[in-house]
């Protein structure tokens, strides 16, 4: 009998620190089922964001940075839950809420590899040239699920209740990995897309990874320490 590697997570497994608990989400499942479709993604690339008073070091990269607003509601909400934001107008991106009671965090899903509902991943994803491109960025991770801005912000992943014709569940490697690897932010201005924040996390090699850029400004901060 071959054991599973998966366990249902829970709100407890994440109110630790965003920065904390991101590693544990490499090699986890997602899975969504909107309108009937059902679409499975082991997600490969993470990073984390803390909303203010959350933890030691101020991020000025988050949604949260400046305290709750009606578009950051969800991030100061019950861990587990997923903020689901719109990127430059287009792209829907998913978030796993996380942190301890009272602050905010939420851990942005940059990347994974579609392991169940290819086909309506791809239909979702046409421009998507090849498998591994499907859920390669955050953007084309929430094309790919198909949860979207403003309907299924807040969905539950570990109760799995339905929002808006979806529904979401989550779970993590019962080993998690012995490898990570970590560094700067993708695309963050500022200090926030430096080393000072190595809070992006992936799995070494894996190629569904998304590629490194530097946001404004940021490298030249990186070049001047």
Same mark, same amino acid.
């Given at each position: 009998?071959?054991?599973?590697?998966?366990?249902?997570?829970?709100?407890?497994?994440?109110? %630790?620190?965003?920065?904390?608990?991101?590693?544990?989400?490499?090699?986890?499942?997602?899975?969504?089922?909107? *309108?009937?479709?059902?679409?499975? +993604?082991?997600?490969? *690339?993470? *990073?984390?964001?803390?909303?203010?008073?959350?933890?030691?070091?101020?991020?000025?990269?988050?949604?949260?940075?400046?305290?709750?607003?009606?578009?950051? #509601?969800?991030?100061?909400? *019950?861990?587990?839950?997923?903020? +689901?934001?719109?990127?430059? &107008?287009?792209?829907?991106?998913?978030?796993?809420?996380? %942190?301890?009671?009272?602050?905010?965090? &939420?851990?942005?899903?940059?990347?994974?590899?579609?392991?169940?509902?290819?086909?309506?991943?791809?239909?979702?994803? $046409?421009?998507?040239?090849? $498998?591994?491109?499907?859920?390669?960025? $955050?953007?084309?991770?929430?094309?790919?699920? %198909?949860?979207?801005?403003?309907?299924?912000?807040?969905?539950?992943? =570990?109760?799995?209740?339905?929002?808006?014709?979806?529904?979401?569940?989550?779970?993590?490697? =019962?080993?998690?990995?012995?490898? +990570?690897?970590?560094?700067?932010?993708?695309? +963050?201005?500022?200090?926030?897309?430096?080393? #000072?924040?190595?809070?992006?996390?992936?799995?070494?090699?894996?190629?569904?990874?998304?590629?490194?850029?530097?946001?404004? %400004?940021?490298?030249?901060?990186?070049?001047?320490?």
């Amino acid at each position: 009998m071959v054991r599973d590697r998966w366990r249902a997570a829970t709100r407890g497994d994440l109110r %630790g620190l965003p920065a904390d608990v991101a590693p544990s989400l490499l090699g986890a499942r997602l899975t969504t089922v909107v *309108e009937g479709e059902k679409v499975v +993604v082991r997600l490969t *690339e993470v *990073e984390a964001y803390h909303g203010r008073g959350t933890g030691a070091l101020p991020d000025p990269g988050s949604h949260a940075r400046m305290g709750p607003t009606a578009r950051n #509601a969800t991030m100061w909400g *019950e861990p587990g839950h997923l903020y +689901v934001y719109l990127s430059h &107008g287009i792209h829907s991106c998913v978030n796993v809420v996380c %942190g301890p009671d009272g602050v905010a965090g &939420g851990i942005l899903l940059r990347a994974g590899q579609v392991i169940e509902g290819t086909d309506a991943a791809t239909r979702r994803r $046409p421009a998507a040239r090849t $498998p591994r491109d499907l859920a390669r960025g $955050p953007g084309r991770l929430g094309d790919a699920v %198909g949860l979207r801005h403003p309907f299924h912000d807040g969905i539950d992943a =570990i109760t799995g209740l339905p929002r808006h014709g979806a529904k979401a569940r989550l779970e993590l490697l =019962i080993d998690p990995l012995a490898e +990570v690897a970590s560094g700067p932010r993708v695309g +963050v201005a500022g200090v926030a897309g430096t080393a #000072a924040f190595p809070w992006r996390y992936w799995i070494p090699g894996d190629p569904t990874v998304s590629p490194f850029r530097w946001g404004r %400004g940021a490298r030249e901060l990186s070049e001047a320490t």
